[in-house]
């Protein structure tokens, strides 16, 4: 018998019991790593709360279905489809194919589970080069549903379209128009608008790049997450986590996208845990310099005892490292 669970939603900012969408089962998105580096040791406590809610359910007597992604194309070098493509990035740094680099820090990403105790046979890895036909027909649903255009980098959602845009967040939409500190890709039709496919360089030739019925290029960073989930936990599903800088850009776009396509509800609880911060503040492998969890097997400490250290602090709340 399944017992009953309490959680804190971001979508409502409160805590609710958990109604399943199906009894007895519960069915869990936890968004991935790009796999163009190593994971420092901050993106790591997602995975590390992600395993700890599946483990509350288990114990709980719950059936769990959870799926993490592996985003190995398309994530620009910021949230606003601005820069390159991390993986094109990361192969130009090390000299290596796109392909190869993904398979690499794949295989690092799966070597950093397994020390931390958090079992693959428990979960499913979609791909995003794996899933490129779903994604182009979410795309092509959202055309035909009028939410598109077309712009001469890629397609782009047009968030004017969903007036629920700017509740998942509560975004200020005006002030991030006067606060913007980038210039803005001045064919958007409103600056939350977001790639849906973006076109390869007339110029250049990518490395991970695929034919399309708007052109040859490579799919958003939000869409391959709405894709991947609706493909292996249905439209509506019970569960999706993530860092707290999800919120207002990723997984705002992934409920426009998917509540607009589908026309029904995406997710019914949102669960985001906090940053890991060392002395400098947030962690983040932006830079060269970061540390990983092989870094602290070096120096002496076990995966295990990072993970317990993870624990010694509540999932919503900051922790600091040194």
Known sequence: MSL???????????????????????????????VYNYAQIGNLRAYVFADTLRRVFVSSHYNVKHVINITDVGHNTDDGDNGEDKMEKGSRRE?????????????AYFKDLEALNIPFKDYTFPRATDHIPEQIALIRQLEEKG??????DGIYFDTSKFKEYADF????????????????????????????????PKDEKRQMEWESPWGKGFPGWHIECSAMAMKYLGHHFDIHTGGIDHIPVHHTNEIAQSECATGEKF?????????LNDTTGKMSKSGEDFLTLSTLIEKGYEPLSYRYFLLTAHYRKELSFS
């Open 4 to 34: 009953d669970i309490r959680l804190y939603n971001t979508a409502t900012k409160s805590i609710e019991d958990f109604e399943p969408i199906k009894k007895g089962e519960v069915s869990i998105y936890s968004c991935g790593p790009t």
């Open 267 to 275: 997710v019914n609880y949102w669960m985001h845990n906090n940053f």
């Open 147 to 152: 939410y598109t255009y077309q712009t001469t």
């Open 95 to 107: 000299g290596k194919s796109a392909w190869d680099i993904a398979k690499m820090y794949t295989d």
């Open 169 to 200: 967040a509560h975004l200020d939409v005006e002030g991030l128009k006067s606060g913007a500190r980038v210039e803005e890709n001045k064919e958007k039709r409103n600056i939350t608008d977001f790639a849906l496919w973006k076109f390869s």
